[in-house]
């Protein structure tokens, strides 16, 4: 088996060293990644048509193939999907610092790689890991990430891989997976979770503040809320209460309109009077 490993952080993420070197055991690994910071890129993949994205190879310890591409991730995917680094039959994406859980999927750069490889009927596992030590407010993202136990969180990916090709898992989902941070014998266990509504802490308002620059421009200035607690059942509740969230999705998909629908007569009447 052939695997592309791909992260949202960039190349140089210890936790993108530690995953791609958890799936040696399962087959050749390929490293494809961002040469740098792309976190919130959800499923992105630029404006090609106006760039020709550089991409080289890099040195990762332990890793026989590596390239850094000068785009998200989910183009780092695409690429992979249509030859340019080889076949590829798995596509593993992470270990991000902080949980992508609730509507933060729909943004997550980690998870996009993921759903760009359903979108190719590539199987593939989105690893995140929550992250304890951020307060938000006055923290930096470096000091916050220092304790990430990223070792956990690779063993946990590589028991799932070693273990999904074994399951019927139908139309190549996305398995998204949360691990606490924390030791392998603290963590109080595992479930089959729900998609949550919410991660467990968002920003609930946002205010323009002036920059008192000649260029009349603003600052953004936003309020974190407090975190919510959630029950177990969902992703965001499961990894709060310690355990690791195990979440299959899907693609997205379309809903049936409503019937008599008023858009449906005005198109008809636009067109028909045109």
């Known amino acids: 088996m052939r695997i592309l490993v791909t992260n949202d952080d960039g190349v140089a993420s210890e936790g993108l060293h530690m995953l791609a070197r958890a799936m040696r055991s399962h087959g050749e690994v390929c490293v494809v990644a961002p040469d740098s910071e792309y976190s919130g890129a959800g499923a992105a993949i630029g404006p090609i048509h106006l760039t020709q994205p550089r991409v080289q190879p890099v040195d990762i310890s332990g890793i026989d193939t590596a390239w850094s591409v000068a785009g998200p991730p989910a183009l ?3 690429f992979a999907r249509l030859g340019a680094f080889g076949d590829v039959d798995l596509v593993v994406s992470g270990i991000n610092p902080g949980a992508n859980v609730g509507r933060s999927v729909y943004h997550s750069g980690t998870v996009g790689a993921a759903l760009t490889a359903r979108h190719a009927n590539i199987p593939s596992l989105a690893v995140s890991q929550h992250v304890t030590d951020f307060d938000v407010e006055g923290q930096s993202w ?4 220092v304790g990430q136990k990223w ?6 990916a590589s028991t799932v891989v070693e273990s999904m090709f074994d399951d019927n898992i139908g139309d190549s ?7 606490p941070n ?3 014998d603290q963590i109080r266990g595992w479930r089959f979770t729900e998609l949550g509504t919410q991660p467990p802490r ?7 503040e002036p920059s008192n620059t000649d260029d009349g421009s603003f600052r953004v200035s936003m309020a974190w809320g407090d975190e919510v607690v959630h029950p177990p059942e969902f992703d965001t509740g499961a990894v709060v209460n310690d355990e690791v969230s195990i979440t299959y999705l899907s693609r ?12 449906g007569k005005a198109l008809n009447a636009l067109i028909e009077d045109a």
């Open 142 to 145: 470096e000091e916050a990430i």
């Open 202 to 208: 968002a920003v609930e308002r946002v205010d323009l």
């Open 252 to 263: 997205i998909t379309a809903i049936l309109p409503p019937l008599n629908s008023n858009v």
């Open 182 to 184: 924390l030791e392998l």
């Open 151 to 156: 070792h956990v969180a690779a063993q946990v």
């Open 173 to 179: 989902p996305v398995i998204n997976v949360n691990v």
């Open 76 to 78: 780092c995917v695409m």
